[in-house]
């Protein structure tokens, strides 16, 4: 996969470089080439140190992918080239002597022999651009790979540099917690298999006493050379020492990792879960992943991924609780108190009289805490009222009083009882039945203002 990504993108920097180029010149063959020191705006003595910052400087006003005007490909060009011919000594002395003549193509016949090396359209081009957007290619001594380094992300062939800075790959493992455990936070300890140095060898891959020899594929650069249909020369990485410049000689292998240097060792990790922490999280274990298999770079990290269980008291959402609290008909009518339960434990809610269904009731900062900082959530209490499938005499009796009061009738004798001699019967749809009117009943409501009713209700349910 990365060598398919690595060679798109140097298809992608061929067409690139080979169609700018083209446009470069084509340009300057049409229209008479500008005098490189007034399009830098440097003297004609300056030094090439100011020569470098004058182009930098420019090369960042006007690079068309940061200048959106029109204008500003064509005034890069013209810098890029003045920048071409001033910054090599031999060019800049051409130019000196023979005015702009020396700036058509072709009047140097060695322009472009050297290939990578420099000249009009070397690569030292692509090497100063580095330098300006943060890469490392223009630096003094820099090699073509520490420049693909730069460009295509440590493609181009391992370098002394990029050994020295490549990163072991991370470990990824996953673990579940409990719905409490997320919401005040735990420790894990996994059982991982990562990539290590050999302890006997110390990671070199050489039995005790024995030396490395410089391998002959690529004389000690760690790279290979090689030319493409356009005529660009490229380095790659070297396939028999993997850029390490050099190799075992047989036999000396260290026994334990077989001259590979790194073996895959059990380890136990502790895992510290954070509260608050959220289902699919990923935490990060710093250099508890694989060693670097070349050079002395960094660990990888380890990579936990965190399963919630869902709760049966709880539905979350973001740094709030949700619960429902279900409550009797008697306390959503008279009011009460009722126990809900919270993270730290079970607490005493007062339900106000006449409390709905679906009514919320927020408890301030009893949610959760954020995994990154800030202020604890809230909980939010929904009351479902209960209504009992069925009811004893004495219950139906004052509930019938209730109805009774509510409706402005007034029962005649016998009601009461009437209603309450089959208090599990099924409700009845005819009218006179459901006022349970019995004329040979000898029992009558008392005749009491709505606070009987009232008082009978409070009492029956002892509040």
């Given at each position: 996969?990365?060598?398919?990504?690595?060679?798109?993108?140097?298809?992608?920097?061929?067409?690139?470089?080979?169609?700018?180029?083209?446009?470069?010149?084509?340009?300057?063959?049409?229209?008479?080439?500008?005098?490189?020191?007034?399009?830098?705006?440097?003297?004609?003595?300056?030094?090439?140190?100011?020569?470098?910052?004058?182009?930098?400087?420019?090369?960042?006003?006007h690079h068309p992918d940061t200048n959106p005007d029109k204008s500003?490909?064509?005034?890069?060009?013209?810098?890029?080239?003045?920048?071409?011919?001033?910054?090599?000594?031999?060019?800049?002395?051409?130019?000196?002597?023979?005015?702009?003549?020396?700036?058509?193509?072709?009047?140097?016949?060695?322009?472009?022999?050297?290939?990578?090396?420099?000249?009009?359209?070397?690569?030292?081009?692509?090497?100063?651009?580095?330098?300006?957007?943060?890469?490392?290619?223009?630096?003094?001594?820099?090699?073509?790979?520490?420049?693909?380094?730069?460009?295509?992300?440590?493609?181009?062939?391992?370098?002394?540099?990029?050994?020295?800075?490549?990163?072991?790959?991370?470990?990824?493992?996953?673990?579940?917690?409990?719905?409490?455990?997320?919401?005040?936070?735990?420790?894990?300890?996994?059982?991982?298999?990562?990539?290590?140095?050999?302890?006997?060898?110390?990671?070199?891959?050489?039995?005790?006493?024995?030396?490395?020899?410089?391998?002959?594929?690529?004389?000690?650069?760690?790279?290979?050379?090689?030319?493409?249909?356009?005529?660009?020369?490229?380095?790659?990485?070297?396939?028999?020492?993997?850029?390490?410049?050099?190799?075992?000689?047989?036999?000396?292998?260290?026994?334990?990792?077989?001259?590979?240097?790194?073996?895959?060792?059990?380890?136990?990790?502790?895992?510290?879960?954070?509260?608050?922490?959220?289902?699919?999280?990923?935490?990060?274990?710093?250099?508890?992943?694989?060693?670097?298999?070349?050079?002395?770079?960094?660990?990888?990290?380890?990579?936990?991924?965190?399963?919630?269980?869902?709760?049966?008291?709880?539905?979350?959402?973001?740094?709030?609780?949700?619960?429902?609290?279900?409550?009797?008909?008697?306390?959503?009518?008279?009011?009460?108190?009722?126990?809900?339960?919270?993270?730290?434990?079970?607490?005493?809610?007062?339900?106000?009289?006449?409390?709905?269904?679906?009514?919320?009731?927020?408890?301030?900062?009893?949610?959760?805490?954020?995994?990154?900082?800030?202020?604890?959530?809230?909980?939010?209490?929904?009351?479902?009222?209960?209504?009992?499938?069925?009811?004893?005499?004495?219950?139906?009796?004052?509930?019938?009083?209730?109805?009774?009061?509510?409706?402005?009738?007034?029962?005649?004798?016998?009601?009461?009882?009437?209603?309450?001699?089959?208090?599990?019967?099924?409700?009845?749809?005819?009218?006179?039945?459901?006022?349970g009117t019995n004329p040979s009943s000898s029992f009558t409501y008392?005749?009491?203002?709505?606070?009987?009713?009232w008082h009978r209700l409070r009492e029956l349910t002892g509040l």
């Amino acid at each position: 996969m990365q060598s398919r990504i690595a060679t798109q993108r140097i298809r992608s920097f061929i067409s690139f470089y080979s169609c700018s180029h083209r446009t470069f010149h084509a340009s300057a063959s049409h229209s008479a080439p500008k005098n490189p020191y007034e399009v830098l705006g440097v003297s004609k003595d300056a030094a090439q140190a100011d020569i470098k910052k004058a182009y930098f400087a420019l090369a960042r006003k006007h690079h068309p992918d940061t200048n959106p005007d029109k204008s500003a490909k064509e005034k890069f060009v013209e810098i890029q080239e003045a920048y071409d011919t001033l910054k090599d000594e031999k060019k800049r002395a051409a130019y000196d002597q023979y005015g702009s003549a020396a700036q058509q193509p072709g009047f140097d016949p060695n322009a472009f022999s050297r290939g990578f090396g420099g000249g009009a359209g070397g690569f030292h081009d692509f090497q100063d651009l580095s330098s300006l957007f943060g890469g490392r290619g223009g630096r003094p001594g820099g090699s073509q790979a520490d420049l693909f380094e730069t460009l295509f992300g440590g493609f181009g062939g391992a370098g002394p540099s990029a050994r020295q800075h490549m990163r072991g790959n991370d470990l990824e493992a996953s673990i579940g917690v409990s719905f409490m455990e997320a919401a005040k936070g735990t420790s894990r300890t996994i059982n991982i298999t990562p990539i290590v140095n050999c302890a006997p060898c110390s990671g070199s891959g050489l039995k005790k006493g024995a030396k490395r020899s410089t391998c002959t594929s690529c004389g000690g650069s760690g790279q290979r050379t090689f030319v493409l249909d356009t005529g660009f020369q490229m380095a790659s990485t070297c396939p028999s020492c993997h850029g390490t410049g050099s190799t075992i000689p047989r036999g000396s292998q260290c026994g334990e990792c077989a001259g590979v240097g790194q073996v895959r060792t059990k380890k136990s990790v502790k895992v510290d879960i954070p509260a608050g922490v959220e289902d699919g999280m990923t935490i990060r274990v710093s250099n508890s992943g694989d060693a670097p298999l070349a050079g002395k770079g960094q660990t990888g990290d380890l990579l936990v991924r965190v399963s919630v269980a869902s709760s049966k008291l709880f539905r979350r959402q973001g740094t709030n609780l949700y619960h429902e609290a279900r409550i009797p008909l008697h306390t959503a009518l008279l009011g009460g108190r009722v126990r809900v339960p919270t993270l730290d434990g079970e607490v005493d809610v007062r339900v106000p009289g006449g409390t709905q269904q679906g009514e919320e009731m927020v408890l301030k900062g009893r949610g959760i805490q954020p995994v990154f900082g800030g202020n604890m959530g809230d909980m939010f209490v929904t009351f479902t009222v209960q209504i009992p499938r069925s009811l004893s005499k004495r219950q139906r009796e004052i509930l019938q009083m209730y109805a009774d009061d509510v409706e402005g009738r007034t029962p005649s004798a016998g009601s009461a009882q009437g209603s309450a001699s089959a208090p599990d019967a099924a409700p009845s749809t005819d009218g006179a039945d459901a006022t349970g009117t019995n004329p040979s009943s000898s029992f009558t409501y008392p005749t009491t203002h709505r606070g009987g009713w009232w008082h009978r209700l409070r009492e029956l349910t002892g509040l």
